[in-house]
Antibody, heavy 115, light 110 residues
Framework: QVQLVQSGAEVKKPGASVRVSCKTSGYTFTTFRIGWVRQAPGQGLEWMGWISAYDGKTDYAQRFQDRVTMTTDTSTTTAYMELRSLRSDDTAVYYC????????WGQGTLVTVSS | QTVVTQEPSLSVSPGGTVTLTCGLSSGSVSPSHYPNWYQQTPGQAPRTLIYSITTRSSGVPDRFFGSVLGDKVALTITGAQADDEADYYCVLYMGSGIWVFGGGTKLTVL
């Protein structure tokens, strides 16, 4: 069955970068895009962007355009999301999702940004 | 800036029926928006309930029903149960790789 397993929680200082990984299994990795969604504490879901696992083409939400990079490693069927210049309001749970049939979701990764 | 609209909160009695809606601040929701519905309980990842307006995700009971309601799409829950108490989100595809989530509906079963 489809599984997306994300890396563990991170604590970062303002101005730092974070990279979250999303290990996939149970399907042909290059067939579908991997999207990234975040959820600040007590808030709703926010789309960050996605990457084609076939050709690496990305589309980012405008508000993250300058700070986010999404990549994939087809040899390990893993997707990555790096967010730079972290601020306190980037504190959130970050989810990866395989974007077909609705989404298949990872379990989420809590990123805390605090001095 | 396109806004996806949802009722902030709704309540339903156990065994009752409730309809949640998902619309656009401007215009109608269409199949080309690939509307999806998710359920999220505290501390958990979202769970996909419905995709492409009406298709139930694997394992989702047929108490959950997706439909078109005027210029919106809707999620109807029949025979509400206590564990249906959750946040429900819809998402719409705007093209060019951009999805927009609604603000979510907090459903209370009481």
């Amino acid at each position: 069955q489809v599984q997306l397993v994300q890396s563990g929680a991170e604590v970062k200082k303002p101005g730092a970068s974070v990279r979250v990984s999303c290990k996939t299994s149970g399907y042909t990795f290059t067939t579908f895009r991997i999207g990234w969604v975040r959820q600040a504490p007590g808030q709703g879901l926010e789309w960050m962007g996605w990457i084609s696992a076939y050709d690496g083409k990305t589309d980012y939400a405008q508000r993250f355009q300058d700070r986010v990079t999404m990549t994939t490693d087809t040899s390990t069927t893993t997707a990555y999301m790096e967010l730079r210049s972290l601020r306190s309001d980037d504190t959130a749970v970050y989810y990866c999702a395989m974007t077909t049939q609705g989404f298949f979701w990872g379990q989420g990764t809590l990123v805390t940004v605090s001095s | 800036q396109t806004v996806v609209t949802q009722e902030p909160s709704l309540s339903v009695s156990p065994g009752g029926t409730v309809t949640l809606t998902c619309g656009l601040s401007s215009g109608s929701v269409s199949p080309s928006h690939y509307p999806n519905w998710y359920q999220q309980t505290p501390g958990q990842a979202p769970r996909t309930l419905i995709y492409s307006i009406t298709t139930r995700s694997s394992g989702v009971p047929d108490r959950f029903f997706g439909s078109v309601l005027g210029d919106k799409v809707a999620l109807t829950i029949t025979g509400a149960q206590a564990d249906d108490e959750a946040d429900y989100y819809c998402v719409l595809y705007m093209g060019s790789g951009i999805w927009v989530f609604g603000g979510g509906t907090k459903l209370t079963v009481l």
